[in-house]
């Protein structure tokens, strides 16, 4: 996996419904109007490393997790886009390999944050930043519109990550982070009026009851032998950690406890809802439906989860795809 996805082998769809039209001028009284066609942009992250020829350079025996010494966007390094005077939705996601990321706008201006992962969060958030670990994915909305025309300002990764185990910690100043894309404002460009809009909710999260909550597992992502392990052991493809029944509700934990790495751990089948972080309240973009746990170092993270529609195998790994290509992984069941 690692391999194909530094080449950059991914691609992106949209999905729309009854409310989130693709249409940002739909008479509708319940559509939610956001910024659409050429202002509905998306933006895959990915740092990577050049050889001296140009090439993408490809580390075999790096088994922490390779970060890029260039940041591209789109495939591009360090690129430029012209926008108009007005909204645009921004759909970003992050494909690795091992680079976490924390973006922010050099001008100090704030954005609304409206989704995280598969679906819309339960209302817009405005912020200042924005997390991405591998596999995450957000879409943004910036305004432009009270900027002048030839105003310049960058999309600027404040992460600081030193290396493939993931990041120090350390958010670092805007000045001193790193310019991932350049935002040209063009009073030139035709806004088409801007009839988008930023509604004032999305959807309410399904609930969580415990009544409904069959059994409670543990899954502690470590360093067994020297390699990457789950409980304490490499993956199996003949071994099921978990046979969830189809129809049932479970309780899934997620430690980490290997030293200095952070894991991007995710899930397959359906998003969950993390309950808990470290057993406090889950900061506010995290109070969603998600299907990639930031695991940070020493942290314990509570999700509910539910097993509709179908049966049959499924995956959870770590996301440094690194590390899972080397075996940071277990499968589970849903039985009938």
């Not at 949209?14 to 039209?21: H, P, Q, R, S």
């Not at 995450?136 to 600081?160: P, W």
């Not at 404002?185 to 801007?194: H, L």
């Amino acid at each position: 996996t690692a391999q194909n996805v530094y080449r950059g082998n991914m691609g992106l769809y949209y999905l729309f419904n009854e409310f989130d039209t693709g249409n940002e001028a739909d008479p509708s009284p319940t559509a939610w109007r956001l910024p659409s066609g050429d202002f509905d942009v998306p933006l895959v992250i990915h740092d990577r490393v050049f050889d001296p020829s140009g090439k993408g350079y490809f580390d075999l025996f790096n088994l922490d997790g390779i970060i890029g010494d260039k940041m591209t966007v789109n495939g591009k390094i360090q690129p430029f886009m012209r926008v108009a005077r007005r909204k645009y939705r921004f759909r970003v996601l992050n494909i690795g390999c091992s680079r976490f990321y924390n973006l922010f706008l050099s001008n100090g201006q704030t954005m609304t944050l409206c989704s995280h992962d598969g679906n819309m969060l339960p209302k817009p958030l405005v912020v200042k930043n924005v997390r991405f670990t591998v596999a995450h994915r957000s879409d943004i909305v910036i305004d432009f519109s009270k900027l002048a025309s030839g105003t310049q300002l960058y999309l600027v990764n404040c992460q600081e990550q030193k290396d493939g185990r993931g990041p120090t910690g350390k958010i670092l100043p805007v000045a001193l982070g790193t310019k991932m894309l350049k935002f040209i404002v063009d009073g030139t460009i035709d806004t088409k009026g801007d009839p988008s809009r930023i509604p004032t909710k999305f959807f309410d999260l399904p609930p969580t009851p415990r009544a409904e909550v069959v059994t409670e597992r543990t899954f502690v992502f470590d360093r067994t032998n020297g390699g990457w392990s789950v409980n304490g052991k490499q993956f199996d493809h003949n071994v099921f950690s978990a046979n969830p029944r189809l129809g049932t509700a479970e309780i899934w934990n997620f430690v980490n406890n290997s030293g200095g790495w952070m894991h991007p751990i995710h899930v397959h089948f359906e998003e969950h809802q993390i309950l808990s972080r470290n057993g406090r309240t889950p900061p506010a973009d995290e109070i969603s439906r998600e299907d990639v746990v930031w695991l940070g170092h020493g942290e314990t993270v509570k999700t509910f989860r539910r097993f509709r529609d179908f049966t049959g195998r499924f995956v959870t790994h770590c996301h440094n795809v690194v590390h899972e290509d080397h075996a940071m992984m277990f499968q589970w069941k849903i039985v009938p």
